[in-house]
């Protein structure tokens, strides 16, 4: 194996084997007490998800169906315990409707006590049934921990409590929660739709032309105008708040927002005012009619209606029918504030007057400098910088003397593609700076490890300027420099990739982004072992050969002093069909990367 492949092998075993707490398998019987996983995060606040049954009377022997349902999660640990001491053990077992979706699991000696996921593919519901036993308590209850992503977790999410036929009813003192089986509404009795947008409605919408009412997981934002008053109308999944604001910019601050948050099993729609990058001043909503709310399937809806005009505004209420940038944000809640969104909020890329033409307009979260960034990155170190190691390694003696332009074709390709890499690093590294104007706090390390890449990009090309020639004794100094410099920053661009992935900025779907950046990883590797092993099985095919002779001539190269043979053209022959086929599917790595930046 190449000292590129073991380096590049040895970093991917590093990071697929880091030590931590996870099981996207669903096999957590570890947390079969406590119900929490050990994601080195703290639990979500307020509840998302929610647990139903098809009945609410059971004897022993029974069958309930149990559905848990909500915005899209990665996993899930659920189990039926006694309504009175919630803290003892799982009653019951169950059994599985898909297997292809969940898992039985035996917790505290129960067999079939628990149900889980069975991988970490994205799901909006899964069913399964709960079988009362013989020795079932009066009353049970089941409890949900729900995981959307690695940091993102809520734990315990009580269900509804169901009682044997011969039980008195539920009496047990109300607890700090309260069930979600049913839905909250007030006023508004079904979901909002895009069928009137872009005709009488301006509506902005993430993802584009998503429909709330097909999707819980669409952003949506409209505005009708009716005389001197607009209607408004906003919806998101349920987690904490949605909200949208009208700026003058694109940065947050001095903006005039509206907020719709979920309290407790209410709703409040409240207008406010950013002052800076803190949590908006929230105002009355005395200067709101007709406002309604829906928490249900998974969706907080809001809509009222806002004057055109609002004269004593002092300022911080925007007249509705000027020009503006649309925010649109959404975060979680908790005691009473909301949480600073976990998301990169909607920012559209120009300003829109809301009550002139109705559009239908889309959006995204990732601003446009930094996806130029990240498609830069991706550019240059899953594709040039690749395609050009692999030229220089293994492709000196397929052309031994053709030439472009007075010099060796390998080292021609191999030079262009790395200025290529600089120039696209530089530019890719300065977008950033430019777009923030400042060091990003909130990025992690991801920042510093783009600047030692953007350090040893720069450093390759002038090493290569004092490349001493092949005869001196410094040269084999100079080979291991460069090659140790440039693949310490691979390395670390991979590493940076993987980082910056799942960036507010840019935040690529979630576990996608991970899965195909290891298969490109794998990819990559993969050709680079085969080249090596086809390269080392001529040269021993050769040396057994020149074992015969007597005499032969030394030459730059190893493979150079081989006389030429057929055996020798046909291994020209294999590697450039493994450089066509690894080129094509580098760029179909590259062009996957890219739409999915595109989409966001």
């Given amino acids: 194996m190449s000292p590129l492949a073991a380096a590049s092998l040895l970093w991917l075993l590093a990071c697929t084997t880091a030590p931590v707490t996870s099981y996207p398998n669903g096999r957590v019987t570890v947390a079969c007490s ?18 139903t049954v098809d009945r609410n009377v059971f004897k022993p022997g029974d069958r309930i169906k149990v559905t848990l349902s909500g915005p899209r999660f990665t996993g899930f640990f659920i189990q039926a315990r006694n309504a009175d001491n919630l803290d003892g053990s799982a009653v019951g077992s169950f059994s599985l409707i898909d297997d292809q979706v969940s898992q039985l699991l035996t917790c505290d000696g129960i067999q079939d006590s628990a149900v889980s996921q069975t991988s970490k593919r994205r799901k909006e519901q899964v069913e399964f049934y709960w079988i009362a036993p013989n020795d079932a308590p009066q009353r049970i209850q089941f409890l949900t921990t729900v995981v959307e992503k690695y940091s993102i977790y809520w734990v315990k999410i009580p269900g509804p409590v169901i009682s044997q036929s011969s039980s ?3 009496t047990q003192k109300p607890q700090t929660f309260k069930p979600q ?12 739709s895009a069928s009137d947008c872009g005709s009488s409605k301006f509506c902005v919408r993430n993802p584009s032309f998503c429909d709330p009412e097909r999707s819980a997981q669409c952003f949506f934002l409209s505005f009708r105008r009716q005389d001197d008053a ?21 940065w947050m601050g001095n903006d005039d927002v509206y907020l719709c ?22 105002t009355s909503p ?6 309604a709310w829906r928490v249900a399937d998974g969706i907080l809806q809001c809509s009222f209606r806002r004057s055109v005009h609002i004269p004593s505004s002092k300022g911080e209420r925007f007249a509705l029918d000027g020009s503006y940038y649309i925010f649109l944000a959404d975060g979680d809640a908790g005691d009473g504030s909301i949480l600073r969104h976990s998301r990169q ?10 009550t002139g033409a109705p559009e239908d307009i889309g959006g995204s979260r990732s601003p446009l400098l930094i996806k130029f960034h990240g498609a830069m990155m991706f550019l240059a170190w899953m594709t040039t910088v690749s395609i050009g190691v692999l030229v220089a390694r293994f492709f000196k003696p397929v052309w031994p003397t053709s030439t472009i332009f007075g010099t060796k074709i390998w080292f021609q390709v191999h030079r262009i593609l790395m200025i290529t890499t600089v120039v696209l690093t530089g530019v890719a590294f300065v977008l950033p700076f430019y777009y923030r104007g400042h060091w990003s706090t909130r990025a992690g390390i991801h920042p510093y490890l783009g600047c030692v890449v953007m350090a040893l990009a720069v450093l390759q090309p002038l090493l290569a300027v004092f490349r001493p020639p092949p005869c001196s004794s410094r040269r084999p100094l100079f080979n291991w420099t460069h090659w140790g410099s440039g693949t310490i920053a691979r390395i670390v661009a991979v ?12 935040d690529l779907p979630d576990p996608w982004d991970t899965y195909t950046m290891v298969g490109f990883i794998l990819w990559h590797v993969g050709v680079d072992i085969l080249l090596e092993v086809h390269s080392f099985c001529l040269l021993r095919r050769s040396l057994d050969g020149l074992a015969r002779q007597t005499d032969f001539g030394k030459t730059e190269d190893r493979v150079e002093i081989l006389n030429p043979s057929q055996s020798e053209y046909e291994g020209h022959t294999f590697k450039k069909i493994v450089l066509t086929i690894y080129i094509c599917g580098n760029f179909a790595f590259l062009i996957t990367f890219l739409a999915a930046i595109n989409q966001i």
């Fill in 34 to 51: 406590t119900m929490t996983p050990g994601h080195s995060h703290e639990p979500q606040p307020g509840i998302e998800h929610s647990i």
């Fill in 168 to 170: 008195l009813p539920f």
């Fill in 181 to 192: 089986s049913a839905p909250s509404t007030s006023s508004l009795t079904k979901r909002f």
């Fill in 230 to 250: 607009v209607t408004i109308e906003m919806s998101g999944p349920r987690r904490g708040y949605v909200s949208f604001a009208l700026s003058h910019d694109q």
């Fill in 261 to 282: 948050r979920i309290d407790g099993q209410s709703v409040q729609i409240n207008p406010g005012y950013t002052r800076g990058r803190i949590e908006p001043e929230l």
């Fill in 286 to 291: 005395d200067i709101l009619l007709d406002m």
């Fill in 345 to 354: 909020p909607l920012i559209t890329s120009k300003m829109y007057n809301i």
């Fill in 495 to 506: 590493a940076a990739m993987f980082l910056g992935m799942d960036l507010q900025a840019l």
